[in-house]
């Protein structure tokens, strides 16, 4: 069992930056693929970006490719999201998920964990 919280998230303009985070808690961390998914009003919840669980690999959805960088800290049991260049289109409910797949993964049902959400609104 792996508990994930997300924070990090708020009220940024357009143009502005946010680094969300996760904190994994229970199962060994570094055995888990972590990725962000977020969810706009009125939408399905798609894939943002994923890391390996050693961060050798990352990979993104290429609506944030450029702009978003994922990363993560073993040590910590963490997964951050550093979010640049913000649009409105960008605003949503962000979700940390942890998966045991060893290759890189865009698939919500190849994780097994999932967090809470965290909100994240771009004003223009």
């Known amino acids: 069992q792996v508990q994930l919280v997300e924070s990090g998230g708020g009220l940024v303009q357009t143009g502005g930056s946010l680094r969300l985070s996760c904190a994994a808690s229970?199962?060994?961390?570094?055995?888990?693929?972590m990725g962000w998914f977020r969810q706009a009003p009125g939408k399905e919840r798609e894939f943002v970006a994923h890391?390996?669980?050693?961060?050798?690999?990352?990979s993104y959805a290429d609506s944030v490719k450029g702009r978003f960088t994922i990363s993560r800290d073993n040590a910590k049991n963490t997964v951050y999201l550093q979010m640049n260049s913000l649009i409105p289109e960008d605003t949503a409910v962000y979700y940390c998920a942890a998966t045991l797949r060893f290759i890189s993964t865009s698939r919500q049902r190849d994780y097994e964990y999932w967090g809470q959400g965290t909100q994240v609104t771009v004003s223009s």
């Open positions: 229970g199962r060994t961390f570094s055995s888990y693929g």
């Open positions: 890391v390996s669980r050693n961060s050798g690999s990352t």
